[in-house]
């Protein structure tokens, strides 16, 4: 296994619409090696949840684990959302952001088609933070990042803030 370089905001790379994965390939050694080296890097992190984007991978797939044991992972493959309700509100940050945390609004609760990492066709009903996170995780197959939510202004100070940051670490 290994740890892969994440893109951070505002790499244009992050931008990308995601194309679906063949099912053929899900079973391959190369792509469960891909969805290992995504948990290690995702745990190592650390974080709930990762998108193939944030890897440079533009394919639609992410990898999710919101235990606090980190024991409960999940890969969701080609989801797609066929339901939702309700609405609510969670600090939210991002590995591809980080140290920037905002307030965004979701569905409460979500039904999401996918495949799992056998290639089976799985359809899941949830809501809370698992939810967020499959919403989260699919903006970025999207293209999109949570700070696209807040206003103009605030987004600027988000990128300033991460220049200096980068800055200060250089
Ligand atoms: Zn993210």
């Known amino acids: 296994m290994a740890l892969l370089p994440i893109l ?5 790379r ?5 194309a679906p994965v063949d099912p053929a390939e899900v079973t391959t050694p190369g792509f469960q090696t891909l969805l290992d080296d ?4 995702m745990y190592d992190a650390p974080g709930i949840g990762l998108a193939a984007s944030q890897v440079d991978v533009h394919k639609r797939f992410m990898v999710i684990d919101i235990s606090e044991e980190k024991n409960l992972p999940q890969v969701f ?5 066929t339901a939702h309700d309700g609405g609510q ?7 591809s952001v980080p140290g920037i945390f905002a307030d965004v609004t979701r569905a409460d609760t979500i039904t999401v088609r996918y495949l799992d990492r056998q290639g089976q066709s799985q359809e899941l009903t949830t809501g809370g933070l698992l939810a967020v996170c499959i919403q989260h995780e699919m903006d ?3 293209g999109k990042l949570f700070i696209d939510y807040l ?4 987004r600027e ?6 220049a200096k940051q980068r800055k200060h670490v250089a």
């Open 151 to 154: 206003s103009p202004l605030k």
């Open 89 to 95: 509100v969670y600090q939210e940050g991002c590995l």
């Open 38 to 41: 995504m948990f290690q890097t």
């Open 140 to 142: 970025h197959l999207e």
């Open 77 to 81: 493959i080609n989801p797609e959302i």
């Open 8 to 12: 951070e905001f505002p790499d244009p």
């Open 157 to 162: 100070m988000v990128r300033k803030k991460l």
């Open 14 to 18: 992050l931008r990308t619409k995601a």
